[in-house]
């Protein structure tokens, strides 16, 4: 297998360039379906320690479906599988630079939730322009044993997120420890409640 590493302001990503597992040619949905059910030893060897970190991203170089796309690209990090990443996205564009596979200019890359464009703007510049976001439901609220009532809004960005209204812990590097357990919960108590 061969691999090109990057980061974007110090976001790592992993990027399978060649050797990764055969997934045919479906779309890029049913391929990281089977990516995930038949292949997943090989994420968990990409990503995971000790040649990867929890905060490493990998992306699997494919053949798009899409002609106008000069990749198609499956997303995955320590605990699965995302649909969009965007630190990701700009790894991979400066990765297909670097590799001589797309010069300065626009290109589309293929994701599961949809076509996204990467603006190479320089050797190492890229700017993106996601799938459209939205937020799907504000004033959510959900209770969290051990830090009650915690408020905020569910939104799309090429994955789900919950945006909280406000940190039930102050954000600083001591408690990143207890921010990770704590966005643990709200994730948990947020799928028990539907």
């Given at each position: ?20 597992p ?11 379906r ?7 030893h ?14 490493m ?24 599988y ?23 200019g ?22 993106i ?22 408020s ?6 090429g ?26 919960q ?9």
């Amino acid at each position: 297998m061969k691999l090109v590493d990057s980061h974007t302001g110090g976001e790592p990503t992993r990027v399978i360039i060649d050797g990764g597992p055969d997934l045919g040619a479906g779309s890029l949905v049913e391929r990281t379906r089977l990516f995930a059910e038949k292949f997943d030893h090989v994420r968990t060897s990409v990503i995971l320690e000790p040649r990867g970190s929890d905060a490493m991203v990998g992306a699997l170089l494919c053949q798009p479906t899409d002609p106008r796309c000069v990749a198609g690209v499956i997303y995955f990090n320590n605990t699965g599988y995302l649909g969009m990443c965007g630190h990701g996205t700009i790894g991979v564009a400066v990765t297909l630079a670097y590799l001589g596979r797309i010069d300065i200019g626009t290109h589309f890359i293929e994701t599961s939730v949809g076509v996204v464009q990467a603006d190479l703007i320089g050797p190492n510049e890229v700017r993106i322009e996601n799938v459209a976001s939205y937020c799907y439901k504000s004033g959510v609220v959900v209770e969290v044993d051990g830090l009650g009532k915690i408020s905020g809004s569910i939104a799309w960005g090429g994955n789900w997120f919950f945006l909280v209204d406000q940190t039930p812990l102050e954000l600083k590097f001591e408690n990143i420890s207890l921010l990770i357990a704590a966005a643990q919960q709200i994730q948990s108590a947020l799928n028990e409640n539907g």
